[in-house]
């Protein structure tokens, strides 16, 4: 039987979805619901192209891939799942609060998978940096530093960045929810946040309506009783990119590079640092050829996915959390 799924959004992200599902099923039947802009080309890889939702139903898809603007993800989904359609939504859930609640509750009561598309957590040495973290490989962890800077007009270079869906606050763009990887694998390695402050302002370099740099402090609990403490700096000014994490525990350290791929650790006997996972950063396809893969799986086993809607609502919660402790006057004045 062949399957038949639905590409919401023909953007960047969307091509790269479309990619990557014909390598993982080339029999499929693809289609794509252009929303935002009316093209009526078929894109490459793909076999119809509709406009709107009746359109789409008609086709008959059984899984749908979200890739549109971020403040039309759940509007989207909850149509979609209102028809009994499985989804893989693109990072992050949504740009606010409103009716996540109402998709998470829909897909459970009618037994559909619902997977955000945190690709971050398919790397392979962001799973083994987690799993040394686990494991107690530097001892009860006392702080963690986070860091990405990408420089946004080198993002899409063919393209106008100001035109994007990232530069623009009316379609969910902004530091916050573009680079909201980093505040999913937090949660990921240590949990909850139980507070936060922070800074998000907009610098005014890149001509945008949105903010391009975040700083923020959190505290979160951990099983034992005790807490962690850590920073997550996020911007789109950066040059070059640069994507580390670093956590410091009791007894060592370790440091996660994305760009280079590899985790290091600090050795306290022998005060050195130690290479301990570096993998040829393959073609970045395979990331999302993986998470496809793992988002198929869920719907044909009828099991949980890799990244729940609970997941991404507490990764939305924290962004929320983040703007309002953002917004609070309780700055000391040293001059």
């Given at each position: 039987?062949?399957?038949?799924?639905?590409?919401?959004?023909?953007?960047?992200?969307?091509?790269?979805?479309?990619?990557?599902?014909r390598i993982v099923d080339p029999e499929a039947r693809i289609i794509v619901?252009?929303?935002?802009?009316?093209?009526?080309?078929?894109?490459?890889?793909?076999?119809?192209?509709?406009?709107?939702?009746?359109?789409?139903?008609?086709?008959?898809?059984?899984c749908a891939?979200?890739?549109?603007?971020?403040?039309?993800?759940?509007?989207?989904a909850l149509q979609l799942a209102k028809a009994g359609i499985h989804l893989l939504i693109e990072k992050p859930i949504s740009n606010a609060m409103e009716q996540v609640d109402e998709l998470i509750s829909l897909c459970e009561k009618n037994g559909l998978v619902?997977?955000?598309?945190?690709v971050l957590r398919f790397n392979p040495s962001l799973k083994v940096f987690r799993g040394l973290v686990k494991s107690g490989k530097v001892g009860r962890v006392i702080s963690f530093r986070a860091e990405v800077g990408q420089y946004l007009p080198d993002w899409r270079p063919s393209s106008d960045y100001r035109n994007g869906v990232s530069a623009k606050k009316e379609l969910g763009g902004g530091a916050l929810l573009e680079l909201s990887h980093e505040?999913?694998?937090?949660?990921?390695i240590f949990g909850n946040?139980?507070?936060?402050?922070?800074?998000?302002?907009?610098?005014?370099?890149?001509?945008?309506?949105?903010?391009?740099?975040?700083?923020?402090?959190?505290?979160?609990?951990?099983?034992?009783?005790?807490?962690?403490?850590?920073s997550v700096h996020l911007d789109m000014l950066q040059r070059p990119a640069c994507r580390t994490c670093r956590v410091v525990g009791e007894s060592g350290a370790l440091e996660w590079d994305v760009i280079e791929n590899a985790v290091r650790y600090y050795n306290v006997d022998t005060?050195?640092?130690?290479?301990?996972?570096?993998?040829?950063?393959?073609?970045?396809?395979?990331?999302?050829?993986e998470q496809i893969e793992s988002f198929l799986s869920a719907v044909r086993l009828e099991k949980k996915p890799r990244v729940s809607g609970h997941?991404?609502?507490?990764?939305?919660?924290?962004?929320?959390?983040?703007?309002?402790?953002?917004?609070?006057?309780?700055?000391?004045?040293?001059?």
């Open positions: 039987m062949t399957n038949t799924f639905l590409i919401v959004g023909m953007g960047s992200i969307g091509k790269r979805h479309l990619e990557c599902l619901w252009r929303q935002y802009h009316q093209n009526t080309t078929v894109p490459y890889g793909a076999d119809n192209v509709v406009f709107d939702l009746d359109s789409a139903l008609e086709l008959s898809p059984t891939i979200l890739a549109n603007p971020t403040t039309l993800h759940v509007p989207t619902l997977m955000v598309a945190y505040l999913d694998y937090i949660y990921w946040v139980r507070t936060v402050s922070a800074i998000v302002q907009n610098s005014g370099v890149l001509d945008i309506d949105v903010e391009d740099i975040v700083e923020a402090v959190m505290e979160i609990d951990t099983t034992d009783g005790g807490s962690v403490i850590g005060k050195q640092w130690e290479l301990i996972f570096h993998a040829p950063n393959k073609d970045r396809n395979s990331l999302f050829v997941d991404g609502k507490a990764v939305l919660q924290l962004i929320q959390g983040i703007r309002k402790a953002a917004q609070l006057t309780n700055k000391v004045m040293l001059s």
